[in-house]
């Protein structure tokens, strides 16, 4: 399974931007699905989870309340919505999936497919 995500760019502070995250070859059924992002210099953050179902979700710290993930089922597609977005938020953004749904699921190492990464830059 591979992953291809899309929608980052430039926002200003206080802005909005909406990921996209979809599956291409392989079976996408039952994936668990998890948003990291990244800086220069620093370790692979967790922003956020969804779980099967998509009932169950779970955020990091940092963008709890501003962020939210979903899933459309019918396109096979994992979202972040981005709102009230700080320049501290600026980072490449991955999405990730696995079939396993083990513990923690904030951890980087827990999924095994991964997208390419896309920008996102917060002006202030």
């Known amino acids: 399974v591979q992953l291809q995500a899309s929608g980052g760019g430039l926002a200003q502070f206080g802005g909005s931007l909406r990921l996209s995250c979809a599956p291409s070859?392989?079976?996408?059924?039952?994936?668990?699905w998890a948003w990291f992002r990244q800086t220069p210099g620093k370790e692979r953050e967790f922003v956020a989870y969804i779980g099967w179902t998509g009932s169950s979700t779970f955020y990091g710290d940092s963008v709890k309340g501003r962020f939210a993930i979903s899933t459309d089922s019918a396109k096979n597609t994992v979202y972040l919505q981005m709102n009230r977005l700080k320049p501290e938020d600026t980072a490449v953004y991955y999405c990730?999936?696995?079939?396993?749904?083990?513990?923690?699921?904030?951890?980087?190492?827990?999924?095994?497919?991964w997208g390419q990464g896309t920008q996102v830059t917060v002006s202030s």
């Open positions: 070859g392989g079976s996408s059924s039952s994936l668990i």
């Open positions: 990730a999936a696995t079939r396993y749904g083990r513990p923690p699921v904030s951890a980087a190492t827990v999924y095994e497919y």
